[in-house]
């Protein structure tokens, strides 16, 4: 029997992202084959080369795209640099995956996604959140009408970056339209629409309450109005510790997602009364202690995988079968739309 000929991978920008969870990720899918990575950096470039085993390392993309033949583009680059890279790419008849947000406005996302229609490749924004094994566990439990109808979400993302990256006043997230919120808010964008459908933003509302006066906003809460209910975003720079709860409400009972610790747990269940309470305690218990467990034997036994490691495996497998991607051309398109529109109503001031 002949083998199945590898997906060929190449890889732009060689920073965390790349090198906690897309070169990781690409390294154990069998389906795809690592054949380059780029960027400009050459001391970055040659130290990733070798800590991942590549061989093939280019500090120019033009030079990659003429010299590797190619599958797809993984492009872990700021923002800024997407659209130019997806479209470069996509004359090269490359299919690419790009991570959030693809493009910064609408007008660019259109003509990424156009040079992709044109060139007959696909382009799948990262929406990694969304495939999370908690995350994908609770959308199946509330597509299944356990918790009845959704009324609102509620997501809270705590984050130690913003405070960090407040110190470096030429990162280049200082270079984005809503500064760093517009790196941090589509995975809470996304993770709305799927539980409330297409969403509006309605209210935004933005604060610094850190000691750094590099940036001018570090803490930002977003209203949305869903097809299935309202929605609330609340994002802060201030944490000591990463960490993103979700709170689905529906008519029969709710759930708290804790991606950070691959935890869901049920509330607003039983009876009012001290007996209902307490077993409501118990069973919250329960679900930490069973969740928790069957995560650490997961994770042990090598069958738990990220949400970085199944988006890119089913971006791989939608290229190598003609399949449906995992984030449609449309799906990333409202994310962005939103996000434009967070965007305008935050109106952030660039720090002195």
Known sequence: MSKVKSVRVGLVGCGIIAQWQHLPALSHIGEAEIAAICDRDRSLLASVGKKFKIAKCYDDLGELLSKEKLDVLDICTPPQTHAALSIKAAESGCHILVEKPAGLTLEEFGR??????????????????????????????????????????????LSRRTAELSKDPKHWTRGLPAGVFSEGLPHPIYLAQAFLGAVEPVAVHVRDISRHRNVASDEIWVVLEGEGGTGVITYSGNSPKDKMIMNVHGTSKSLRIDLWNSVKTEYAIGGTSLYGRAMENLKQSFSIL???????????????????????????????????????????????????????????????
């Open 112 to 157: 990424m996604a156009e040079a992709c229609a044109r060139n007959k490749v696909k382009l799948c924004q990262v929406h990694n959140m969304m495939y999370e094994p908690v995350m994908l566990r609770a959308i199946s439990q509330v597509k299944s009408g356990d918790i009845g109808t959704v009324m609102g979400v509620e997501i809270r993302v």
């Open 290 to 352: 069973t969740c928790s467990a069957g995560t650490a034997l997961d994770v042990v036994t090598g069958r738990f995988h990220s949400g970085h490691f199944n988006i890119i495996r089913g971006f791989i497998q939608s290229v190598r079968n003609g399949t449906e991607m995992p984030v449609t051309i449309e799906q990333a398109r409202e994310v962005i739309r939103v996000l434009e529109i967070i965007t305008r109503l935050v109106q952030v001031k660039p720090g002195p």
